[in-house]
């Protein structure tokens, strides 16, 4: 069974640094890979999908990349705000579901 | 266009009552996934429909059931309430079920509180 885990389990920085968000998988065979941010009580926003045979994906100051063969993607946040300050989730598709990891809870101080 | 939408927002139910959740997919998306996550955990895979047929279930117990209707919107029913089954109740569409390039779009829960 594919086992996603998500280091660290909480982070908090101050406003304008950049950061780097963790996320590994156990079995390699996957589809793809999401990205979603979680505001507390509320619903997934996918913030980045990255494809089995892509490397990274880019989005405005989020960049994800993905190393199938290590089990491991990152999701870099550069230049870091208030307003991104949320539980970050990766997702790893394989057969007909995502299995996700527990998040990683960021908290950006003004 | 619309997002996904589930309904209600919120419920409160009773041990061994009976509950009815309902999503309705981003339109032109054909497939419907249920999750639950519970309070501090990442979401649980519990379901996933296509063309109305389920085609994937977790490692939930057969109290736990769902159907699509031929609109592509979904249901999920949960009898026999134990207090463990609190949790947010996520419904996510996607296009199809082409596994090597779907993205997955969730709506806001539904959130279930067992007393």
Known sequence: ?110 | DAGVTQSPTHLIKTRGQQVTLRCSPISGHKSVSWYQQVLGQGPQFIFQYYEKEERGRGNFPDRFSARQFPNYSSELNVNALLLGDSALYLCASSFSRDRGTYEQYFGPGTRLTVT
Do not use: M
Request: charged share 15%.
């Open chain 1, 1 to 110: 069974k594919q086992e996603v885990t998500q280091i660290p389990a909480a982070l908090s920085v101050p406003e304008g640094e950049n950061l780097v968000l963790n996320c590994s998988f156990t079995d390699s065979a996957i589809y793809n890979l999401q990205w979603f941010r979680q505001d507390p009580g509320k619903g997934l926003t996918s913030l980045l999908l990255i494809q089995s045979s892509q490397r990274e994906q880019t989005s405005g100051r989020l960049n994800a990349s993905l190393d199938k063969s290590s089990g491991r993607s990152t999701l870099y946040i550069a230049a870091s705000q208030p307003g991104d300050s949320a539980t970050y989730l990766c997702a790893v598709g394989g057969g007909n579901q995502f299995y996700f990891g527990t998040g990683t809870s960021l908290t950006v101080i003004p």
